[in-house]
């Protein structure tokens, strides 16, 4: 017997999260459907288990890049959660808003309800900030805990003074007013109980959705194609029991009013072009019948390429030294006692935004501080000697990629080509960020404690040096984005409209970091949040309203535009 629900959303992520939450505050049944299992890891919930959560075969997508000449013909490793909560449940936990001039380039591309002064009231909504902040920006009662970090090594302290020395202000609060200079990173951390833990969207969210009694979750049920008639969504087909396909069997799960897909920028468009949303011509090279010809799945795909600069300190503590050994176990004695510890720290305390050129009305490029060092290919293992770390990244990178699904069996991962450094802009970003880096770390307040560099080490020192250094050992820092993108009817690459829906399908919508038109200047986390939020105000408005028709959108397989119809069933079940 098929089951059905109102609303079936596909990925238990950080939007997910927020949709099945709100959606059952509103008394409508959610199914949501997971392709990870519980998030019942204890490293999930102590902030320092990200260093395990990251590379546990068990909590993630384990997806590779395509190998291109401009990274050194490597395949990089693009890891999404598979897990209750997504890539909430497995990432730094940095809380980063991004610039207001972002959103409002959002809107400025056609996509009304978007720019920074309409989101800002679902940043609020979903936040209670603890500690300082404005008000007029920050929340105070929302699901989602924000904490400052904690305070792991003198040598936060002595970054801020050497950034100062440089001429860059003191910016407490890079989610308020403006980014512009140092100060600490943000956490979704919470500090109210006897330990500090992470605090994700499942935890926040998704715990008291189900307590509603409303919401169906099924972990360990990836999805396998959303079931569309005449170019609605009813459905979506799910194989029950994991990611194999031995011995798991599928089944179908109705959507009274509408599916939600929010599975992550390389899940959601790879979902999309099985069930025959997509480029026509790419559906057909893979042998699934087109429903909708949407060029612009899958296309757009948008990441942050980093690269880190490391040195060698001398004459103070670092949490290399504090993180092996009897200083260990001490560490872990302290937080298991609620006292400050480095396993209740993310891993980058401290941040730096800054322009490459002053003629910039916002800054385009940040570096973040780690006082302590990782081995170099070795995931998680500190470095033996004590060190501290800088890594920074273009802001808004201009290159841009693309995920193609390469079957309709989801066991084969989908061909995942992001073209980092593609443009000159960000090659040129990757030698400003290393320069910026190096001058820190020579100003004046380090001297006493700068031994050496280590990476990528003096011998490297021309711009060319430098660009074919990140070239060579650069890499991502997960916050894929874009493949579903928001846009208006002129843009023939959009794939949902201003109000997430997708192009030509009716009762289906896209609610994650797909979605969004540009990059986002910092961690993508906060954004997604927000966009759950926003998702869900404009779903239970759009339920309230009785049959309206759309604007003209590309709909058949030629790529020819028609009108259709937004049904939406608040009225006619």
């Known amino acids: 017997m098929t089951e059905t629900f109102d609303y079936v959303i596909v990925g238990a992520g950080s939007a997910g999260c927020v949709l099945a939450m709100r959606l059952s505050e509103a008394g409508h049944s959610v199914c949501v459907l997971e392709a990870g299992p519980k998030d019942s890891s204890p490293y999930i919930h102590i902030p320092a288990g990200y260093i395990k959560n990251l590379f546990n075969p068990k909590l993630i997508w384990d997806f590779k890049s395509e190998p291109n000449a401009a990274t050194g013909n490597r395949a990089l490793s693009l890891t999404q959660g598979r897990v209750l909560g997504g890539s909430g449940s497995i990432n730094g936990m940095v809380y980063n808003r991004g610039q207001h001039a972002d959103f409002d380039g959002w809107a400025a591309r056609g996509n009304p309800g978007w720019c920074y002064q309409d989101v800002l009231p679902y940043f609020k909504k979903a936040e209670t900030r603890i500690g300082e902040g404005d008000d007029h920006y920050r929340g105070r009662t929302g699901p989602l805990p924000v904490t400052d970090p904690v305070q792991s090594s003198p040598l936060c302290d002595i970054f801020v003074k050497a950034v100062k020395s440089l001429g860059y202000p003191h910016v407490r609060d890079h989610n308020a007013e403006a980014q512009d200079g140092v100060g600490p990173w943000q956490f979704t951390i919470d500090s109210r109980g006897h330990t500090m833990r992470r605090m994700s969207a499942a935890q926040a969210y998704l715990r008291p959705a189900i307590k509603t009694g409303r919401v169906d979750v099924r972990p360990d049920s990836p999805a396998t194609r959303v079931l569309l008639e005449n170019r609605r969504a009813l459905g979506v087909r799910y194989r029950a029991g994991g990611t194999s396909g031995t011995g798991s069997p599928e089944r179908e799960v109705r959507a009274r009013r509408e599916v939600i897909v929010s599975a992550g920028a390389l899940n959601t468009p790879r979902l999309l072009q099985i069930s025959g949303i997509g480029s026509a011509d790419h559906l057909r090279s893979i042998g699934v019948s087109v ?272 009108a259709w119809e937004m049904t939406t069933l608040s009225h006619a079940l």
């Open 291 to 562: 429903e909708v010809n949407l060029p612009g799945v899958g296309a757009n795909l948008c990441d942050h390429y980093n690269l880190r600069v490391a040195a060698k300190v001398r004459n103070i503590s670092t949490i290399n030294e504090r993180g092996r050994g009897l200083p260990l176990a001490w560490e872990i004695a302290k937080y298991f006692t609620g006292r400050p510890s480095i396993l209740s720290m993310g891993p980058v305390p401290m941040r730096f935004f800054f322009r490459s050129a002053p003629s910039l009305p916002t800054p385009d490029l940040q570096v973040s501080f780690t006082p302590g060092s990782y081995r170099e290919g070795l995931p998680g293992l500190l470095d033996h000697y004590p060190g501290m770390t800088l890594g920074g990244h273009k802001q808004r990178p201009e290159s841009r990629g693309y995920v193609k699904a390469l079957s309709t069996n989801i066991d084969i991962a989908p061909l995942i080509q992001p073209n980092y450094l593609a443009a000159q802009s960000d090659q040129d970003a990757m030698v400003a960020v290393v320069k910026m880096a190096r001058a820190v770390l020579q100003a004046r307040p380090f001297a006493p404690y700068y031994v050496d560099e280590i990476f990528p080490g003096n011998d490297i020192r021309t711009d060319q040096e430098i660009l074919d250094f990140a070239r060579e050992r650069g890499g991502t820092v997960y916050h894929h984005n874009g493949t579903a993108r928001m846009g208006p009817d002129r843009d023939p690459y959009a794939v949902v409209d201003a109000r997430l829906r997708v192009r030509g399908v009716e009762g289906l919508r896209v609610a994650d970091a797909s979605v969004m038109p540009a990059p986002i200047s910092g961690a993508t986390n906060a954004s997604v949040i927000m966009i759950g939020e926003k998702a869900a105000d404009l779903i239970l408005k759009d339920a309230a309203q009785p049959l309206r028709r759309g604007t003209e959108h590309p709909s058949n397989e030629n790529g020819t535009t028609g």
